[in-house]
């Protein structure tokens, strides 16, 4: 599983497999199996690529940062961001009641 998160607004996607592409010396772009060699990756929809950050192509397209995880680094995120919904509930809660209460 990879995260792939854009640079310009931190927003995050996790993905189970990437399309890893590299520019050769004639300028074609193609798919390539090593991540460490990449300078991008394509979307989902394979029209829109994508920069990886640092790679030669960070003026060229949206940059993105990638991070391989496992199913279990994937599963602690997903908990990590329900509590924390949970925990903003909660407080929005106890202040809708506290402004009630204050009538």
């Not at 995880?69 to 990590?80: A, M």
């Amino acid at each position: 599983m990879y995260k792939v998160t854009k640079v310009s607004d931190n927003t995050s996607t996790v993905r189970n497999e990437i399309k890893i592409i590299k520019e050769q010396e004639n300028g074609a772009v193609v798919l390539i199996k090593e991540l460490e060699e990449a300078q991008g990756i394509i979307a989902p929809d394979n029209e829109t690529i994508y920069a990886i950050q640092g790679r030669g192509w960070d003026n060229k397209y949206e940059v993105v940062t990638i991070e391989e995880i496992t199913t279990e680094d994937y599963l602690i995120q997903i908990s990590n961001q329900l509590n924390e919904t949970t925990e903003n509930q909660l407080t929005m809660m106890e202040a809708i009641a506290d402004l009630y209460e204050s009538r």
